[in-house]
């Protein structure tokens, strides 16, 4: 079966999340997520991209980041065959070592850049493994929070167009930041789930009928769309979730059409 062609973002913003091959975990150290670090700052160089956020679990790692001088594809590859290649040196092995390519979900809207960057970031205290978020020292939280370091230039992320979006003034854009990452929320994104073989396939997190609609809802209120999907005002979001629900879900037209309120054939429509 060929690959299904990724949903490309207008405005360079994108979610990313790779996993073990196998499941395996990809970070044993903090070395070895310190290395990763360090891949990423050097090929940040020269304009490449600007880093939003990221997270490094055992198994997995989300990114939230902005092409510049280079697309997604470069970038991710630039960064996991860099990895790959130390991480089989140091623990002498061969093989891959990330699962098949990376996946990615395009970010629009700023609502729905926030909510992807706070649900990054949430990602250990979701798992189980911190109770509070600065009690996971392998996120970018701490880059958003630690205002020295950010007044001194001295992050890895690139915080300051995400913190204008709370406030101009640094010390309220931080506080901000903070009470907004710890808003009680049901933000569905891209993700994994070892628990479940049905949630994921191919190359996207699998949708289904036990999360889709708190997937939907979560997507209308990102992108602050109110009344109905069949409203020539939504055609533009009405159009990018059914593409969403057909790539990351097994539901049937007829299925999309009943979540979403529409007809089969406006499903059926969109590519």
Request: hydrophobic share 35%; net charge positive; glycine share 4%.
């Amino acid at each position: 079966m060929a690959r299904q062609s990724r949903i490309l973002s207008s405005t360079g913003v994108y979610h990313i999340m790779a996993r073990g091959n196998e499941k395996k975990n990809i970070f044993i150290d903090d070395y070895d997520r310190n290395k990763y670090l360090d891949i990423i700052y050097e090929k940040k160089k020269n304009n490449a991209f600007l880093l939003y956020s990221y997270c490094l679990m055992d198994n997995h790692l989300h990114l939230l980041l902005k092409e510049e001088s280079l697309d997604i594809s470069n970038i991710m590859k630039r960064l996991n065959t860099s990895y790959a290649s130390y991480f089989n040196r140091k623990y002498d092995r061969v093989g891959h070592v990330f699962q098949d390519r990376f996946r990615s979900e395009p970010i629009e809207k700023e609502t729905y850049l926030l909510a992807v960057l706070r649900y990054i970031h949430n990602n250990p205290v979701k798992a189980g493994m911190v109770k509070n978020l600065s009690d996971y020292k392998w996120s970018s939280y701490f880059d958003y929070i630690l205002e020295d370091d950010y007044a001194k230039g001295k992050s890895l992320v690139d915080c300051e167009n995400i913190l204008e979006l709370f406030s101009r003034n640094t010390s309220k854009a931080v506080q901000y930041f903070i009470d907004f990452s710890k808003q009680d929320n049901e933000d569905v994104f891209l993700d994994i789930d070892d628990g479940n073989e049905e949630y994921e396939r191919g190359n996207y997190v699998q949708l289904n009928h036990h999360n889709v609609r708190a997937f939907v809802n979560a997507f209308l209120n990102m992108r602050n769309i109110r009344g109905s999907l069949k409203d020539k005002n939504n055609r533009t979001a009405r159009e990018d979730l059914i593409k969403t629900l057909k790539q990351q879900s097994n539901l049937s037209a007829r299925e999309i059409a009943d979540y979403l309120e529409l007809s089969k054939g406006m499903v059926l429509r969109v590519k």
